[in-house]
């Protein structure tokens, strides 16, 4: 070593730089065979849940109405194992081929049955409303949770909602409740915006994502 060269110190770190190809390796980078690994287990994982959450669907069936059930759901996931598989060959999707569902198996809404003031009554009375009520307004120029912008006539998404569900429970004699899926963002605005709404027929929940 000559004398314009010291030598480092020595507890000193020597830095190498990362990130940078080595010399005549340009354009040659190789993929970590980790990220293939990654992705096979992410697959298996995704396959899994699915099945888990179909299962749990089809025990949640009324008995005599499970065989249906379960023939759908592993329609399903028949379809979604073999998206999967279509996506790690990199077999781009046919939107070509896709069509629409036959005439008759859409119901258009004036041909269903309106039920009784006592059927509507049973059924929202198993009813609970829940709204996402954790984004804040601020890229439309508002200041608090997204749900106090006024959207007509001067009224709110969340006076809408509570509207609505009050005309419900006024009309068939029941008690739907409103739940608001607050976050750490707008939960101390909404404790004090709800207090309005204290004179209507709904009960108001909040608790934190």
Known sequence: ????????????????????????MEGHQRVPSGS?????????????????????????????FRP??????????????????????GQPIEWDKIQKLPQSTIRDYASLNT???????????????????G???????????KSVIPVRSELSFLDLTVQQIQYLNKKYGTNVPLVLMNSFNTDEDTQ???KKYSGFEVEIYTFCQ
Request: aromatic share 4%; glycine share 6%.
């Open 1 to 24: 070593m000559s004398d314009s060269e010291q030598a480092p110190p020595r507890n000193a770190m020597t830095l190498f730089p990362i990130n940078r190809p080595a010399v005549g």
């Open 36 to 64: 293939r690994g990654f992705h096979e287990v992410a697959t298996r994982d995704a396959e899994t849940r699915l099945q888990n959450e179909l299962d749990r669907l089809t025990l949640d069936a009324p008995e005599s």
């Open 68 to 89: 249906v059930c379960k023939k759908e759901m592993d329609g399903f996931a028949a379809l979604f194992r073999r998206f999967l598989a279509d996506k790690k060959k």
């Open 115 to 133: 039920p009784s003031i006592e059927e509507a009554k049973k059924m929202l009375e198993k009813l609970v409303v829940i709204k996402l009520n």
């Open 135 to 145: 984004g804040l307004g601020t890229s439309m120029g508002c200041h608090g949770p």
């Open 192 to 194: 004090k915006i709800i």
